[in-house]
């Protein structure tokens, strides 16, 4: 499984089905054969990572580096979490790892500057764990980019309960709250925003069609970063 894509996925399942998807259609394939081999690790058991990290849970950590150990165990050429409230544990697993981890949040920090090369304020959904992390803020603010976020009571009576839908397969409900949050954040400044939770881009679908310049999909973000590593090691001698 040399070269395979390991994805440790899960969290939740339909951010990691929506991530292989993104992966297929933007791949350059015109047969089965020119796709990214992919193995997948989809453990939905991983405990809450935003529910911990704002002290009401137990760690993720150890699922996550079993994930991690059984993918490099599996062979595979690189690995993939999209999961972005995930990354606030990304050290401890890159460094359990043999083989290279994608960062989805450098990955979506890029793709603003590809997408809008004039924005200075940049917006970011998240959950609120990853807010709290400050791993998006971190990244944007090292890059020269202004940072707008939503406020507690907006996490609280928005976009907490809309990622809430998405997890209930309530989607359509879901689109109508995030929608209120994204403008809270236009008006604040944001020229571009991050849906930086990967369960938010399934909630923002029409709003990412109608206009995919105003936002930068995190799922999309990774899985374009990891479609440019394997092309370059299919050119490589």
Request: hydrophobic share 40%; proline share 6%; aromatic share 6%.
């Amino acid at each position: 499984m040399s070269n395979f894509l390991g994805v440790l996925g899960g969290m939740g399942p339909l951010a990691t089905a929506d991530f292989l998807r993104k992966v297929v259609e933007n791949t350059p394939a015109s047969v089965d054969q020119e796709h990214i081999p992919v193995l997948l690790y989809g453990d939905c058991t991983t405990p809450d990572r935003t529910e911990n990290i704002m002290g009401r849970g137990p760690s993720p950590l150890p699922q996550l580096l079993e994930g991690i150990r059984v993918l490099n165990q599996s062979g595979v050429r690189a690995i993939c979490i999209p999961c972005n409230s995930a990354h606030c544990w990304f050290d401890e697993m890159a460094a359990a790892s043999a083989v290279p981890l994608f960062h989805i949040v450098r990955a979506s920090a890029a793709q603003v500057r590809k997408k809008n090369p004039a924005a200075r304020v940049v917006g970011v959904l998240s959950t609120s764990g990853t807010n709290k992390m400050g791993i998006y803020r971190k990244t944007l603010t090292d890059m020269g980019y202004a940072v707008v976020t939503p406020t507690d009571d907006e996490f609280a009576t928005l976009v907490s309960p809309a990622i809430a839908l998405i997890k209930a397969n309530r989607l359509d409900e879901a689109e109508a709250v995030f929608e209120k949050a994204a403008t809270r954040l236009r008006e604040r400044g944001a020229e571009i925003i991050i849906l930086g939770c990967t369960e938010i881009p399934i909630g923002m679908r029409n709003q990412y069609r109608a206009d995919p310049s105003r936002f930068v999909d995190s799922n999309d973000a990774l899985a374009l970063e990891v479609i440019e590593f394997f092309a370059g090691l299919k050119k490589s001698p």
